[in-house]
């Protein structure tokens, strides 16, 4: 009799075992049914964000191209306005990158100020042509609206809290000014000028003197050279004449792989 009431309830734990273990397996295979869908819906959000990143960078990228491209043609028509070649902007941009490089500037800042310097001349728009195009030396008047080109440009330019329009302007307000205090528009001196303004001035000269202008002939590399150090401390910040002759021969090679036909 004992032992029938111990195999009953065996019986009885047994059912309630099995019981026990039905519900519980299908807990788990819901639990499982349910993780995969989210597994496959976290995926395929995963999945449309990625894509979709991936868009914007290329967005970005084609915006940041087309500042590119449209801030070295504005930056050509002001050249152009005094026959200037769009290489000129070019040499005077990557001219300008190397200098901030080798200052150590960060790269990011280097790369934008070879987007901003071609923009130093832009001013020149609203300069008239019998004075931009005059051959010959200008007289002191016109030499004084010559001058506002520097302004000009700067306030066409100031118009932006853009980290590149922003540089801009400040390139094209201070590319003149000399480290002795004695350049335009502000007189400026030494490190008071920005140093977008100290790189884009001798990036500038060490340009146009090897170019013709309308009013000179290509002057030889060896005067281009004799008038950089010549002007160490007056015209030009002396830290920066001191990278050009180091580094000269990289200053060359982008003459060369931009030069004017
Ligand atoms: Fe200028
Ligand atoms: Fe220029």
Not at 9 to 28: G, V
Not at 115 to 130: C, E, L, Q, R, W
Not at 198 to 216: E, M, N, P, W
Request: charged share 30%; hydrophobic share 40%.
């Amino acid at each position: 009799m004992e032992q029938n009431k111990l195999i009953a309830e065996l019986e009885n734990l047994k059912e309630n075992f099995d019981a026990t273990i039905k519900y519980a397996l299908r807990d788990a295979r819901r639990q499982e049914k349910i993780m995969v869908r989210s597994d496959q819906r976290q995926r395929r959000e995963y999945d449309e964000l990625q894509a979709k990143l991936e868009e914007i960078q290329a967005l970005n990228a084609e915006i940041e191209e087309s500042q590119k491209e449209v801030l070295f043609t504005m930056g050509a028509i002001g050249e152009s306005r005094s026959r200037e070649t769009f290489n000129h902007v070019r040499r005077v941009a990557e001219y300008s990158k190397l200098i901030a490089l080798k200052l150590g500037v960060k790269p990011s800042t280097a790369e934008l100020l070879k987007m901003a310097s071609p923009m130093h001349d832009i001013g020149k728009v609203g300069i008239p042509d019998d004075i931009l195009k005059k051959p010959g030396k200008l007289t002191h008047d016109e030499f004084e609206i010559m001058k506002s080109h520097a302004v000009l440009g700067y306030e066409m330019l100031n118009v932006s809290s853009r980290p590149l329009l922003k540089a801009a302007a400040i390139v094209a307000h201070e590319h003149h000014e000399k480290f002795d205090g004695t350049g335009y528009p502000r007189g400026l001196k030494g490190k008071d000028i920005h140093v977008f303004g100290r790189i884009t001035a001798i990036a500038d000269v060490f340009d146009a003197l090897g170019s013709d202008r309308c009013y000179k002939q290509a002057w030889n590399d060896e005067a281009i050279f004799d008038l950089i150090r010549k002007n160490s401390g007056t015209h030009f910040d002396p830290e920066i004449v001191d990278i050009f002759f180091t580094y000269l021969p990289s200053f060359m090679r982008i003459r060369d792989t931009f030069r004017d036909f």
